[in-house]
């Protein structure tokens, strides 16, 4: 960071390891600020503090056994009363002076009074105390303010102090000691860069803050020389504004009453006259028009005159030579006090490469386009040239596991089923490909039938129950018998409801997971009449709100929130999205991480007419 503070350039105003400023003066007005802004999160937290080590005392009430009282001498005979004492000191003067040392003191009281109790309780009570310490570690790193020095400093001495406790005063299990060593000195580390990067980024905000107001005093300093050099040169600018305001490149003014344009000297320039100093009048301006839009340009001055006046208009013009240009021009109509107009100035901006660029960008996505549909066409091929061996393995390996089975042989029959399961997984992701490959190559087709609502969700259930149980989850299907029929595509819908349940099985341990199917006749909104809703809900994993659209783009995953052990294609649900487009409805999802998800599907009760040979019902696209 560099920056100028009362008026002495420092190209490096804090210190990254001790983390204070080199300016000895802005160090003792930061540490006033600092203590002055956070002395109530100070109080509230020696406060919180000193309640949290007094309620403990019940722990040693429950465990200390034999130990107790000497526990709760430690406890409430010295380090109570001295917190309690520090934060009545905490409102006087003397506290503001030396409150660094004072916070410092009194959290190595309180960490040495957890060192204290590990060396009085009896075994295993006494390894168990040292968790006192991380919290002791944890809070002064991220509550009490201490410098992030000194914060270190306390924790390494309590870790050393605990070292003396559990290896000669009241020696623990090696085991044991390995352990709880462990613990606390992952907690001051941890502690320690939680301190450190609070306080860089609170002494880098006061800085900055310095910085903003030192920047803004000089704004404000040449803000009143700017305003006196405006009352200075107001007269000549009076002139000038009306160029100022619509002048782009080229300017030019069109006097109504003389019909004569008077052009800058870039105007000139850009229409390929700048070697001619004769007059300009509309018809000379036409003639450099180019013919095609010779006539839309001169119904646009037309529209001027009638004071109609459009904001933009781009055309092409023909200079000397037959160097075609384009140009953009922006005008401004100018009237008399009794309405009448009276002038058009213009401001004409040549952007012949931009046009240029723009037509290149162009055929660069139809060139785009056309490459796409050549991969999804290539995906769909590959994905049909994959499946037949595909088929060959699987069948295979199921023969050779009965042989397998049969002869009894269990190590062989392990990895056939290592090889059943991995081609079996191949083969959906090649089918998933697909029928991806399919939709984005606008060959994905409906076939439309009618079919038994209930029946279609039992199968599915029952086909992903396994899958649902085998997470300890608890599985409830709320689909009423008399929900009658559907006319739409069973395949693609029993395809969505499969990969909603089975998400929900894999991302759901120990949960619940719930199917629901209702009808919407009875539904106040006409849009929403006739269709039908189906629910599948979890307590499972969930998805992060900034997740959600990635859940439904073809080869995206979400974050480790759904839980990195069951990553899969990234192809499920943006099928479901699709297919719920090509049956006339649509899918969304409700979704916070920890608390599971809901995926709710509304289709049409009806889809299409009947059903003919090769018809297209749908795609993606729609």
Not at 14 to 21: G, H, K
Not at 107 to 131: D, K, L, Q, R
Not at 194 to 215: A, P, V
Not at 334 to 346: E, K, L, N
Request: aromatic share 6%; proline share 4%; glycine share 8%.
């Amino acid at each position: 960071m560099v920056g100028h503070l009362n008026g002495t350039p420092d190209s490096a105003p804090l210190n990254p390891v001790s983390l204070r400023f080199a300016d000895k003066h802005l160090e003792r007005r930061f540490l006033r600020s600092h203590l002055m802004s956070s002395l109530w999160v100070l109080r509230l937290g020696l406060f919180c503090g000193t309640l949290i080590y007094a309620v403990f005392g019940v722990l040693d009430a429950i465990v200390g056994q034999e130990a107790t009282r000497d526990l709760w001498l430690i406890r409430y005979g010295i380090v109570v009363p001295l917190m309690s004492a520090t934060l009545a000191l905490m409102y006087t003067r003397f506290f503001l002076r030396y409150s660094q040392v004072i916070i410092g003191l009194i959290i190595f009281i309180a960490g040495f009074g957890i060192v204290a109790m590990t060396a009085v309780a009896p075994p295993p009570v006494s390894h168990w105390y040292y968790a006192g310490l991380i919290l002791v570690v944890i809070y002064v790193s991220s509550t009490l303010r201490l410098h992030h020095t000194s914060s270190l400093g306390v924790s390494l001495l309590l870790l050393g102090c605990y070292q003396v406790s559990a290896l000669v005063i009241n020696p623990v299990p090696s085991a044991v000691y390995v352990s709880n060593n462990f613990f606390l000195t992952v907690s001051v580390a941890v502690g320690a860069m939680i301190n450190y990067l609070q306080e860089f980024f609170i002494r880098t905000k006061f800085l900055q803050t310095r910085l903003l107001l030192s920047e803004k005093r000089r704004s404000q300093e040449l803000w009143r020389k700017s305003e006196k050099l405006n009352q200075d040169l107001q007269q000549k600018q009076n002139a000038l504004s009306r160029a100022q305001r619509i002048a782009r490149l080229g300017g030019w003014d069109w006097d109504l009453a003389s019909g004569e344009i008077v052009a800058s000297e870039e105007a000139r320039r850009i229409l390929g006259l700048e070697r001619d100093n004769d007059p300009i009048d509309i018809d000379r301006f036409l003639d450099i028009v180019h013919p095609v839009d010779r006539s839309r340009v001169r119904q646009t001055f037309k529209m001027i005159a009638s004071s109609t006046l459009p904001d933009k208009i781009e055309h092409r013009i023909v200079r000397a030579g037959g160097e075609i240009r384009v140009l953009q021009q922006q005008v401004e109509l100018a009237v008399a006090a009794d309405g009448a107009p009276t002038m058009v100035s213009g401001a004409m901006l040549d952007i012949t490469e931009r046009s240029r660029i723009e037509e290149n960008l162009r055929a660069a996505t139809v060139a785009a386009e056309t490459a796409s549909r050549a991969k999804s066409q290539f995906l769909a091929n590959m994905s049909h040239e994959l499946r037949t061996p595909l088929n060959a393995i699987i069948g295979y390996s199921e023969l050779l596991s009965e042989d397998a089975s049969e002869r009894g042989d269990i190590a062989t029959l392990e990895d056939l089923d290592r090889i059943h399961t991995a081609g079996k997984h191949l083969l959906d992701l090649v089918n998933d490909v697909l029928d991806l490959s399919k939709i984005e190559a606008g060959k994905a087709e409906l076939s439309i039938e009618s079919f038994a609502i209930k029946p279609m969700v039992d199968e599915v259930v029952s086909t992903v129950g396994p899958m649902i149980e085998r997470n300890g989850n608890r599985l409830a299907v709320d689909c009423p018998a008399d929900l009658g029929d559907m006319r739409s595509d069973q395949t693609k819908l029993r395809q969505v409801l499969y990969n909603l349940l089975s998400n929900a099985a894999k991302f759901t341990e120990n949960g619940d997971v719930h199917v629901r199917v209702h009808r919407t006749d009875s539904d106040r909104r006409a849009s929403e009449r006739g269709k039908l809703v189906f629910v599948v809900a979890d307590t499972g994993a969930g998805i992060a709100p900034d997740q959600i659209e990635a859940a439904f783009t073809a080869f995206e995953q979400t974050d480790s929130s759904r839980g990195s052990a069951q990553a899969g294609t990234g192809l499920g649900l943006p099928l479901c999205r699709h297919y719920c487009a090509m049956m006339g409805g649509a899918i969304s999802v409700d979704s916070e991480p920890g608390r599971g998800s809901t995926f709710t599907v509304r289709l049409p009760a009806v889809l299409g007419g009947e059903v003919q040979p090769g018809l297209r019902y749908g795609t993606a696209a729609e």
